[in-house]
C-alpha cells in the first residue's frame, strides 16, 4: 500500500503529464462544502454533463419553435435521421460496424427486445446463464422471460456464484459452467462488468465458449460501454445491450444503445416484436400493412425515437469521438491502479474488484467493516462523491474523462482519515 505522500507525488506527476487532463474542462461539476467542485467518483451511476449537452439540446427546442413539424427534414440536424448522428461514435465506441448498432429505448426494455429473439427454449435448451449478483433489473428481466415460455425460474435459470470465501468469479469457473450446461442451454447472458463488484469478464472468451455448447450469448455492458474496450464484431457475440448514463454521460434516463450481430443482420428465422420505425425507411411512410425490416440492428426499433434526449447523448458521444476509448481506458488503468495501490490493505477497508486491471474497469469496490452508510455520508460532507449498495459496500469510481489523480488521492486521505480516525 502507498503512503499519503507517495501518492501525492505521483499524483502531481500524472496529472502533470496528463494529456487528457484539459478535457475535464468539457464537464460540469455539482459544487460541495464553499462551493468548491467535489471530487466525483459515481460516474458509475450518473455521468457528469458535458458543457455541450445545453446547446446540443437547445438546438432542438429552437428547431421546434421555429419549424414545428418541419424540424423532422429542415435544420442543421433535422429529426428524421437524427439517431444517425449516434451510429457511427456508437460504433467506434463498441467495436462494431455501423449496421450492427442503434440507439433506442433503455436498457431492460432493450434487453426484453432482444430476448424475444435470442432467447428461444426448445426440448432440453431451456436454461440461462447468468451471474448470481447480476443487477436486480437483469433478473427481473430473465425471471419474468422464463416464466413468459411457461418455464420455471427456478429450473431455467442458472446463477453463477463465487467459490465459498471469494468475492467475485473465477473467469475459468465461467467457462466450465457453461461447458457443464452444454446443450441445456438456451442462453448465455453476462453484465460484462459487474455492478456490484466493478469484474470485468472477457467478451471473446465466454462468445466462444457459449457458441461451442450451441448457446446464444448476450452481453449486458451497463458498467463496460464507455469504460471498457470493446471488439463486438469481431469477438461475436450474438447481442448486447446497455444504457448510456453512467459512463457514457447521456444524462438521467438517457437512451440505451443496441448491438446485434452481422450475421443476424436481415432478422431471418429470428422472432422480434415489430414497431413502425424498425420497418424499411424507403416505404416506412407509405404506411403499408406489411412489415418490412431495415437490415441490422434498427430493425429492432419499435418508436421513433426522442430527440432531446438524444441531442444530449449526442454532446458526450462527440466527445468519445475526439478522444476514443483506447486513450481513455489508458488513463483509466492508471487512475484504478492509484486508487487500488492507496486503499488495498487499508485498516477496516476491503477491496473486493479484482486486481488484475483486465479484470475491472473504472471502479473499485470497498466492503466497509463498520458503518459504510455513515462513512459514504461524511466522505460527502468533505467534498467527495461515491455511492453505496447495501449492507456495506462503497463504490468509488474515477472516470477517465474527468477525473484527475489528485481526485484519487484525496478520497484515499479523507477515507483513511474516517477509518483509522487519523
Excluded at 452444454?182 to 466462444?208: C, K, P, S
Aim: proline share 6%; aromatic share 8%; charged share 20%.
Amino acid at each position: 500500500m502507498l503512503s499519503a505522500e507517495e501518492g501525492r507525488a505521483i499524483a502531481e506527476d500524472q496529472d502533470a503529464r496528463d494529456a487528457l487532463g484539459p478535457i475535464r474542462d468539457s464537464f460540469l461539476f455539482p459544487s460541495g462544502p464553499g462551493g468548491v467542485p467535489v471530487v466525483y467518483l459515481t460516474g458509475n451511476s450518473l455521468g457528469l454533463q458535458p458543457r455541450t449537452a445545453r446547446a446540443r439540446v437547445e438546438e432542438v427546442l429552437d428547431d421546434w419553435a421555429g419549424r414545428g413539424v418541419e424540424g423532422h427534414v429542415q435544420g442543421t440536424s433535422p429529426w428524421l435521421p437524427y439517431h444517425r448522428f449516434l451510429t457511427a461514435p456508437t460504433a467506434r465506441l463498441v467495436g462494431a460496424q455501423p449496421d450492427e448498432v442503434v440507439v433506442m429505448n433503455t436498457l431492460t426494455v432493450n434487453l426484453h427486445l432482444l430476448m424475444v429473439s435470442f432467447y428461444r427454449p426448445a426440448s432440453a435448451r431451456t436454461r440461462i446463464l447468468y451471474e448470481g449478483s447480476a443487477f436486480p433489473s437483469d433478473r427481473y428481466a430473465l425471471a419474468s422471460q422464463v416464466r413468459f415460455h411457461g418455464l420455471d425460474p427456478a429450473e431455467a435459470l442458472v446463477p453463477l456464484v463465487p467459490r465459498s470465501g471469494e468475492h467475485v468469479l473465477r473467469p475459468e469457473d465461467v467457462l466450465d459452467a457453461i461447458a457443464r450446461e452444454g446443450e441445456r442451454l438456451a442462453l448465455v447472458l453476462i453484465g460484462n462488468v459487474n455492478y456490484l463488484t466493478g469484474q470485468a469478464f472477457d467478451v471473446g472468451a465466454i462468445t466462444r465458449a457459449g457458441h461451442a455448447v450451441g448457446a446464444m450469448v448476450g452481453f449486458d455492458l451497463a458498467h463496460g460501454a464507455g469504460n471498457l474496450v470493446f471488439h463486438l464484431h469481431d469477438d461475436g457475440p450474438d447481442f448486447a445491450v446497455w444504457c448510456s448514463y453512467k459512463y457514457l454521460n447521456g444524462g438521467p434516463g438517457a437512451l440505451g444503445g443496441v448491438f446485434v450481430h452481422s450475421r443476424h443482420r436481415d432478422g431471418r428465422g429470428l422472432a422480434r416484436f415489430e414497431g413502425w420505425w424498425g420497418h424499411d425507411e424507403a416505404s416506412r411512410f407509405e404506411m403499408g400493412p406489411r412489415f418490412e425490416g431495415m437490415p441490422g440492428a434498427e430493425g429492432w426499433q419499435l418508436s421513433n425515437p426522442p430527440i432531446l434526449q438524444m441531442a444530449a447523448l449526442r454532446a458526450s458521444m462527440e466527445l468519445f469521438d475526439a478522444v476514443g476509448m483506447t486513450a481513455l481506458r489508458r488513463k483509466s488503468e492508471r487512475l484504478t491502479g492509484l486508487m487500488d495501490q492507496l486503499v488495498r490493505g487499508m485498516p477496516g477497508v476491503e477491496v473486493i474488484t479484482p486486481a488484475d486491471p483486465a479484470q475491472r474497469g473504472a471502479q473499485l469496490s470497498l466492503r466497509i467493516t463498520r458503518d459504510a452508510r455513515g462513512l459514504l455520508q461524511r466522505l460527502a460532507a468533505a467534498g467527495v462523491l461515491c455511492d453505496f449498495r447495501a449492507p456495506d459496500i462503497i463504490r468509488a469510481a474515477p472516470a477517465p474523462f474527468y477525473s484527475r489523480f489528485a481526485d484519487v488521492v484525496r478520497f484515499a486521505e479523507v477515507l483513511r482519515g474516517h477509518v483509522t480516525g487519523k
